[in-house]
């Protein structure tokens, strides 16, 4: 359904002037719109008004936008004494505590103020938007309206339908999201939404690694960073959020999903909560930010001198790319054809890229020793680092060739235990099975879901176009392999993913 979005000269009122209410003040405001700004504290909206025009006073000194435009702005806010003075608004986004009873009791009481026509989005991150309408006489005006923080610069919005919300509502919510010049993707009110719940996996599977020994957290954020093409590792990244925060919302979403082990909390996560290792806002988390601590470096295999005799297998992303690096250091190799899926040889080493087995299993099953498992890469020609495991009987000499020959395509090699899936390839295989499911439960649609995770968690890829471009058949392969290792629910495969296989279709087509 399309809508028109709302007039520039609708009234917006934004209750909740912390970082996300006046973020939200800020956009509405720049796109044109009269804003008002309401706090309970004392004092509080007024500061983040003042606070609101020194910061369009900024964006012009920096040529971001005009003086005049910067003025403007500044004018189209004002600061609410109570919730009667919104009562000209056509659109109320309440962004205060992540409580139910709070946002209840606020939607009733604006509900006998403000007029008919008026909409009401909640920026709610983790409750119900059905039970936030549930107080409502006209629970078909509210949507959830998710801005991602900080407001101002993050591109995406979730547009969230409860089960009474109007779709012209939500269109309405939606163009008008769009003419702010946000990006917004509609979303059904399901726990987590989008982004919360399709994100789990990133720092489940890296904190499963971690718990089983795979390696230390400097090396798994590595390798998610330079070989992944992620941002920021999973570890660094839930040092940033603040591990109160992101172990509530697994929690949360653990909770509401009636305990799915997909979305199982971790133990090492709850025990640095309870020492009160937070992450950056503690001083201490995974990592150490108090005065004085050095950050530790990710391990990499001591340099190894390139082998002799080094063959490229087939003509997979993975080999490929080594060709063109080998060749383009002036590295000698030749050419072969591959059946069974090796990628490379060297020194009595075969290497293959993960598939969900162990290397142990790997060797067992196809006859091969020392067979040497590489992980996924967003772009081998362009990835800086690349996991390996080597199967128990792999001999040090043939380990120490397969080494040697990525080191000599410009690969820093990271060596992790011989855990099923290593750390880019099953981060992959889980969130394309999570965002596959979120698109088969009616959540969002395949667009939605990988726009959503490329502007809210700036992915680098969104994780169904990622999938296509390794194909369905090695992620779900993945994950039927992750499945047999653990043995595990954790792992069953969305039946998305199985109709898109069977059906011998990708998920953009």
Same mark, same amino acid.
């Given at each position: 359904?399309?809508?028109?979005?709302? %007039?520039?000269?609708?009234?917006?009122?934004?209750?909740?002037?912390?970082?996300?209410?006046?973020?939200?003040?800020?956009?509405?405001?720049?796109?044109?719109?009269?804003?008002?700004?309401?706090?309970?504290?004392?004092?509080?909206?007024? !500061?983040?008004?003042?606070?609101?025009?020194?910061?369009?006073?900024?964006?012009?000194?920096?040529?971001?936008? %005009?003086?005049?435009?910067?003025?403007?702005?500044?004018?189209?806010?004002?600061?609410?004494?109570?919730?009667? /003075?919104?009562?000209?608004?056509?659109?109320?986004?309440?962004?205060?505590?992540?409580?139910? &009873?709070?946002?209840?009791?606020?939607? @009733?009481?604006?509900?006998?103020?403000?007029?008919?026509?008026?909409?009401?989005?909640?920026?709610?991150?983790?409750?119900?938007?059905?039970?936030?309408?549930?107080?409502?006489?006209?629970? &078909? @005006?509210?949507?959830?309206?998710?801005?991602?923080?900080?407001?101002?610069?993050?591109?995406?919005?979730? +547009?969230?339908?409860?089960?009474?919300?109007?779709?012209?509502?939500?269109?309405?919510?939606?163009?008008?999201?769009?003419?702010?010049?946000?990006?917004?993707?509609?979303?059904?009110?399901?726990?987590?939404?989008?982004?919360?719940?399709? =994100? @789990?996996?990133?720092?489940?599977?890296?904190?499963?690694?971690?718990?089983?020994?795979?390696?230390?957290?400097?090396?798994?954020?590595?390798?998610? !960073?330079?070989?992944?093409?992620?941002?920021?590792?999973?570890?660094?990244?839930?040092?940033? +959020?603040?591990?109160?925060?992101?172990?509530?919302?697994?929690?949360?979403?653990?909770? =509401?999903?009636?305990?799915?082990?997909?979305?199982?909390?971790?133990?090492?996560?709850?025990?640095?909560?309870?020492?009160?290792?937070?992450?950056?806002?503690?001083?201490?988390?995974?990592?150490?930010?108090?005065?004085?601590?050095?950050?530790?470096?990710?391990?990499?295999?001591?340099?190894?001198?390139?082998?002799?005799?080094?063959?490229?297998?087939?003509?997979? =992303?993975?080999?490929?790319?080594?060709?063109?690096?080998?060749?383009?250091?002036?590295?000698?190799? +030749?050419?072969?054809?591959?059946?069974?899926?090796?990628?490379?040889?060297?020194?009595?080493?075969?290497?293959? #890229?993960?598939?969900? @087995?162990? =290397?142990?299993?790997?060797?067992?099953?196809?006859?091969?020793?020392?067979?040497?498992?590489?992980?996924?890469?967003?772009?081998?020609?362009?990835?800086? !680092?690349?996991?390996?495991?080597?199967?128990?009987?792999?001999?040090?000499?043939?380990?120490?060739?397969?080494?040697?020959?990525?080191?000599?395509?410009?690969?820093?090699?990271?060596?992790?235990?011989? #855990?099923?899936?290593?750390?880019?390839?099953?981060?992959?295989?889980?969130?394309?099975? &999570?965002?596959?499911?979120?698109?088969?439960?009616?959540?969002?649609?395949?667009?939605?879901? /990988?726009?959503?995770?490329?502007?809210?968690?700036?992915?680098?890829?969104?994780?169904?176009?990622?999938? /296509?471009?390794?194909?369905?058949?090695?992620?779900?392969?993945?994950?039927?392999?992750?499945?047999?290792?653990?043995? &595990?629910?954790?792992?069953?495969?969305?039946?998305?993913?199985?109709?898109?296989?069977?059906?011998?279709?990708?998920?953009?087509?």
């Amino acid at each position: 359904m399309t809508s028109q979005p709302l %007039s520039p000269s609708t009234v917006v009122a934004v209750v909740g002037s912390g970082a996300m209410g006046a973020g939200i003040a800020q956009v509405a405001a720049a796109a044109g719109h009269p804003v008002k700004l309401l706090d309970n504290r004392p004092d509080a909206a007024a !500061r983040a008004v003042a606070g609101l025009g020194a910061q369009f006073a900024k964006l012009a000194d920096k040529g971001k936008m %005009s003086a005049a435009a910067a003025a403007a702005a500044t004018a189209r806010l004002s600061a609410a004494n109570s919730l009667a /003075d919104l009562a000209d608004a056509g659109l109320v986004v309440e962004a205060i505590v992540e409580n139910l &009873e709070a946002k209840q009791s606020l939607f @009733r009481d604006l509900e006998a103020l403000v007029g008919p026509d008026c909409l009401f989005g909640t920026n709610t991150s983790s409750i119900s938007v059905t039970a936030i309408g549930a107080a409502l006489k006209r629970p &078909e @005006r509210l949507a959830g309206l998710h801005f991602f923080n900080p407001a101002p610069l993050m591109a995406l919005v979730e +547009i969230v339908s409860g089960l009474a919300t109007d779709r012209a509502v939500a269109a309405t919510l939606f163009a008008t999201a769009a003419a702010w010049g946000k990006t917004p993707v509609h979303a059904k009110s399901t726990p987590g939404f989008i982004v919360n719940r399709v =994100a @789990r996996p990133y720092y489940a599977e890296a904190l499963r690694l971690l718990h089983e020994g795979a390696a230390d957290c400097a090396t798994l954020d590595a390798c998610c !960073r330079e070989a992944g093409g992620f941002r920021m590792g999973p570890f660094e990244l839930m040092d940033m +959020i603040g591990h109160d925060v992101n172990f509530a919302v697994t929690n949360s979403v653990w909770r =509401a999903f009636f305990h799915d082990p997909r979305f199982l909390p971790s133990l090492l996560q709850q025990e640095l909560v309870d020492a009160g290792f937070l992450g950056k806002k503690s001083g201490r988390g995974f990592y150490d930010y108090r005065e004085g601590a050095h950050p530790p470096a990710p391990r990499s295999e001591a340099p190894q001198p390139p082998p002799a005799g080094i063959a490229l297998c087939g003509d997979s =992303a993975a080999a490929t790319a080594l060709a063109e690096r080998l060749g383009a250091a002036g590295q000698a190799f +030749i050419r072969r054809a591959s059946a069974d899926g090796r990628i490379a040889e060297a020194g009595g080493a075969v290497l293959f #890229v993960t598939d969900g @087995r162990s =290397a142990t299993r790997c060797a067992a099953e196809t006859g091969i020793a020392n067979l040497v498992l590489v992980d996924l890469a967003l772009d081998y020609g362009k990835a800086t !680092r690349l996991a390996v495991a080597a199967a128990e009987a792999c001999d040090p000499a043939a380990l120490a060739a397969a080494v040697g020959l990525l080191q000599a395509a410009g690969l820093a090699v990271s060596r992790l235990a011989d #855990v099923p899936g290593l750390a880019v390839m099953r981060s992959l295989a889980m969130l394309a099975n &999570e965002a596959a499911d979120a698109v088969n439960q009616g959540v969002c649609d395949a667009a939605g879901a /990988d726009a959503a995770m490329r502007l809210g968690v700036n992915y680098p890829q969104g994780p169904l176009a990622w999938a /296509d471009r390794v194909g369905l058949p090695a992620i779900r392969e993945t994950l039927v392999n992750l499945g047999q290792a653990y043995g &595990e629910d954790r792992y069953r495969i969305s039946p998305l993913i199985q109709q898109r296989f069977f059906a011998g279709k990708a998920f953009h087509d």
